[in-house]
């Protein structure tokens, strides 16, 4: 009986890492701040036909509202209820979603915050996306409902119940981190409500979790709360398919005198994403049998090596992904940067690259959807007016495109398929959209034929699927390489697309021998190549 139990652990543990993404579709794409409405539009006109896997949509349940500063980004990670109507829609708006998306074989993972509610100072009232009564002081959220006895004061065991020392494990998992309300995970009513919420949007359709704050969890609560999910919606799943579970483990030490800063200016605030970059004594890897875990290393790293930064240079990775000291594969969600390190809420801080750097940024995302390492993430972000007092983005808590009374604008689309009003939409350009593309091509095949100069010229392919050739050095690029495809002429995806019988940007021809010549200068706007089996004339 034992053996039996813990091989339905084990089989459980297995399936809570796999996207259960549909039709050859390997990548998520986060629509940061999106409305309900606006993503039910995208999946069906432009990530559907480009083979998109899914979206990560912001957290959907009842949220505070914050009016000073003007409706921030953060206020989203500050729960009042699981009632699950937020400035992104109603109930009845996230439902159609839903099930718009998996119609076109599009999946939908929900931002779900169960570390805590709001911040202690949160007030009274019902200044809250629902307009649900709720008081922080007394740490009442009729809604749910909790109340004073189910969050971890009595086990905290600093001062003023806020964590202190991030080296203290106990601190880390059972104190408030910047007032944020902590949640007793380890009583089973609080389990028992948490796992209501996610059953709640698994019967919507949902098909899966990025689960925030994951470190200041204990791993046996969060054991407990996946145990009792339900199977995902048979509807548009196998029967017997386990939710997609991808955590999110952060290392606050490094940036607490930034948070500390924030706190004291702001009030209320989000839990900030900083990775585990060792030297704590919660690690990631505690974290890896109950689904996969966001690997901030990687991010760090690639703008390091993008920018050229402390001597690093693109031909050091051939050894990239565990080589590197990354987390098995099978066990990274990973991404270029994410809603919280683009705002330098992160370790790695400036060496993050965002869309600030457009042409950079391409290239690790180019780099980061041919390689095979990892579950890969594409953001999409909105602008706002960076201004910056000591190194410090003193903007970065803006929240997205708003109407005058804090209603969050529609995305938008330009006739050239870009976005408007403030949306950048990075997922819609053309050389992120192609390497999206590109990796469902390759999906399953090596990395091989790696070539390098030594220096900041890279080539490497995925078996006879596809080959990716990057120029990051100063000067121009001119060689000939054995890319494994079978002959013809090719169109590259980078430059333009194949429309038709032609190609729209750069042509490769592939000799009988699989080689092609690939001629790249260090000024083009996108110094980088990539050519794959669909895009063969």
């Known amino acids: 009986m034992k053996l039996l139990i813990l091989a339905a652990l084990v089989g459980l543990c297995l399936a809570q890492h796999n996207p259960n993404t549909k039709h050859n579709r390997t990548s998520i794409v986060h629509l940061f701040e999106w409305r309900w409405a606006d993503i039910a539009e995208e999946c069906e006109r432009y990530l559907a036909p480009n083979g998109y896997g899914g979206v990560q949509i912001s957290p959907p349940s009842e949220s505070i509202v914050v009016s000073n500063p003007w409706h921030p980004w953060w206020q989203r990670y500050q729960p009042i209820s699981y009632n699950l109507c937020s400035r992104s829609g109603t109930e009845e708006e996230l439902k159609d979603m839903i099930t718009r998306c998996n119609n076109v074989g599009v999946n939908i993972y929900v931002d779900a915050v169960i570390n805590h509610m709001c911040g202690a100072s949160g007030g009274e009232g019902t200044h ?34 806020e964590i202190e020392s991030y080296g203290d494990i106990f601190q880390v998992r059972d104190c408030r981190l910047v007032s944020l309300l902590d949640l007793a995970l380890e009583k089973d009513y609080v389990r028992g409500k948490v796992a209501e919420y996610l059953n709640k949007l698994i019967d919507l359709g949902v098909a899966g979790f990025r689960v925030d704050a994951c470190k200041h969890m204990w791993p046996g609560d969060l054991t407990n709360v996946y145990g009792r999910l339900k199977t995902l919606n048979t509807t548009w799943f196998s029967p017997g398919t386990k939710p997609f579970i991808y955590q999110e483990v952060s290392a606050s030490h490094q940036n607490q005198s930034y948070l500390k800063w924030l706190f004291k200016a702001l009030t209320q605030m989000t839990v900030f994403q900083v990775i585990d970059l060792g030297g704590e004594p919660i690690k990631a890897s505690e974290y890896f049998e109950l689904g996969r875990v966001t690997e901030f290393k990687y991010s760090t790293k690639l703008g390091k090596v993008v920018r050229k930064w402390d001597k690093e240079k693109l031909s050091y990775l051939k050894s990239w992904g565990e080589g590197w000291g990354f987390m098995p594969s099978d066990k990274a969600m990973v991404f270029v940067d994410n809603h919280d390190n683009q705002r ?46 000591n190194g410090k983005d003193q903007n970065d808590w803006m929240g997205p495109p708003s109407n005058a009374n804090g209603s969050t604008k529609p995305v938008p689309i330009n006739p050239d398929s870009t976005c408007g009003d403030k949306w950048i939409c990075e997922h819609r350009w053309r050389q992120i959209r192609n390497m999206v593309i590109f990796r469902n091509v390759v999906d399953g095949q090596p990395l091989s034929n790696w070539w390098d100069n030594g220096n900041n010229q890279i080539a490497f392919s995925r078996g006879s699927k596809g080959f990716i050739v990057i ?20 169109c590259d995806v980078i430059s333009g697309d194949k429309s038709g019988s032609s190609c729209t940007g750069k042509q490769v021809s592939v000799a009988a021998d699989g080689r092609a010549t690939f001629s790249i200068s260090n000024t083009d706007k996108d110094p980088f190549i990539a050519i794959h089996a669909d895009s063969k004339l």
Do not use: Q
Not at 143 to 158: A, E, G, L, Q
Not at 355 to 367: N, T
Not at 471 to 490: E, F, I, K, Q, R
């Open 128 to 161: 809250s996306s629902c307009g649900s009564y709720f008081n922080a002081k007394n740490e009442d959220f009729p809604s749910v409902p909790y109340s004073s006895w189910d969050f971890n004061d009595d086990k905290c065991k600093t001062p003023n119940e």
């Open 471 to 490: 120029n990051n050095d100063d000067w121009a690029m001119d060689v000939t390489l054995n890319t494994s495809l079978p002959m013809g002429t090719y």
């Open 344 to 389: 330098g809420h992160a370790a790695g801080g400036a060496s993050v690259l965002t869309f600030w750097d457009s042409r950079l940024y391409k290239i690790a995302a180019g780099i980061m959807l041919a390689h095979p390492y990892g579950v890969t993430r594409v953001m999409s972000s909105y602008h706002w007016d960076r201004h910056f007092v």
